[in-house]
């Protein structure tokens, strides 16, 4: 019999057991099914105070039992509580009860974006970056805190009025200091890169490669990696086989996506979000919507300074908000020792990166 094998949770506080409550005290289930998981089924839910819509996920005890995902669980519920991110599904409360245990999340009602790329078949670049993107961000969240999700897929990607939720925790790892996993087969198949396949250790490269699947199969509306058997599907993931794309593909995706589907040395996810093809569909975006971007705050106290500065090649600024991010960089004209008589940044003391457009970062400099 298969045992699942322990998976390290990530340090933050989390009160894995459920408290002792009776869904009917707190919601009214409706008798619309949203969902069925592999541990159950989703509900659509009422709170009886406001009558706001939840979904609630249904594990039965004795079913989770039967198929040893007890841990399968708690990593789901350790990985919900402790993420808060736009584009995660947000994690509202468990508990159980004698049969159940009941796991309320925020109503996505859009379905997911399986259902949407079955519906439409193919995406424009446009289309799919708008998905792409927010996916993207989740991804950046997580790994930032050395989460790696490990199911990225278009079933585990919730849509709320066109944004993205990322859900499904239960494959779930935390890999701090740049770790590797053990051999296992987690996730699934078609979206599974060569080094899970060959049950080699593996890394937060999995999701990456996940994402450029994703990615290939909004654009073509088929799966990458297709076959009937098993051992077909593997062999193709595994042999660097050439890869067929619709010609309408732009040479800066066709780019991203051989970095993200490498074999070796792939992309990670501020190298995706910093691509030629990420940047190109900001900037058509910014374009579009004639977002006119202006310079943020400049000022200078004593020595020290806060500018904006461009990673891209625009020549304009951003205006949108800022996620603090700290840095310690020397300056390059240090290094090359270009700066005599001019004055010139020695250290980049601290960065913001721009949430929307990671394009665009605030640096705050000390001059000498
Ligand atoms: P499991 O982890 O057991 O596989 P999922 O979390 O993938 O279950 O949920 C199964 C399905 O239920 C999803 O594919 C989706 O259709 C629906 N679902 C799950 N969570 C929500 C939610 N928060 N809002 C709306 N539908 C949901």
Request: proline share 4%.
């Amino acid at each position: 019999m298969y045992q699942y094998p322990f998976y390290p949770l990530p340090p933050q506080p989390s009160t894995i057991a459920p408290q002792k409550k009776l869904l009917k005290d707190k919601y009214e289930v409706l008798q619309i099914e949203l969902g069925s998981g592999t541990y159950g089924k989703v509900k659509l839910v009422l709170d009886h105070v406001d009558k706001k819509k939840f979904a609630i996920k249904i594990i039965s005890k004795s079913y989770m039992k039967q198929i040893f995902a007890t841990q399968h669980i708690l990593n789901e519920l350790n990985y919900l509580q402790g993420c808060k991110h736009k584009n995660i599904v947000e994690y509202i409360e468990h508990f159980e009860d004698r049969d159940n245990i009941y796991i309320v999340l925020e109503y996505c009602g859009q379905g997911t974006l399986e259902e949407l790329i079955k519906k439409k078949q193919k995406f424009t670049e446009e289309e799919a970056f708008h998905y792409f993107y927010q996916i993207a961000q989740a991804i950046l969240y997580l790994h930032e805190k050395d989460i790696v999700h490990r199911d990225i897929k278009a079933d585990n990607i919730l849509l709320q009025n066109s944004n993205v939720k990322v859900c499904d925790f239960n494959w779930s790892i935390f890999l701090p200091n740049g770790g590797k996993a053990k051999p296992c087969s987690c996730g699934t198949t078609q979206y599974m890169p060569p080094e899970v396949i060959k049950k080699e250790k593996h890394d937060k490269g999995v999701d990456i490669w996940a994402l450029g699947i994703l990615l290939y199969y909004m654009l073509h509306g088929e799966l990458l990696f297709r076959a009937k058997q098993k051992e077909e599907l593997n062999e193709k993931i595994c042999n660097k086989q050439s890869i067929k794309f619709n010609e309408k593909v732009s040479k800066e995706c066709l780019q991203l996506f051989q970095q993200m589907l490498a074999h070796q040395r792939r992309i990670n996810i501020q190298q995706v979000l910093n691509s030629d093809w990420v940047i190109k569909m900001l900037k058509g975006k910014q374009s579009q919507n004639s977002l006119e971007l202006t310079p943020i705050k400049c000022k200078s106290i004593g020595q020290e300074s806060t500018r904006v500065s461009i990673v891209s090649d625009s020549s304009r600024f951003s205006n949108y908000k800022f996620t603090a991010k700290s840095l310690y960089t020397e300056s390059p004209f240090k290094q090359n020792n270009l700066n005599q008589g001019v004055q010139h940044p020695m250290i980049v003391r601290s960065s913001a990166l721009d949430q929307n457009n990671p394009a665009f970062r605030v640096e705050k400099r000390y001059f000498y």
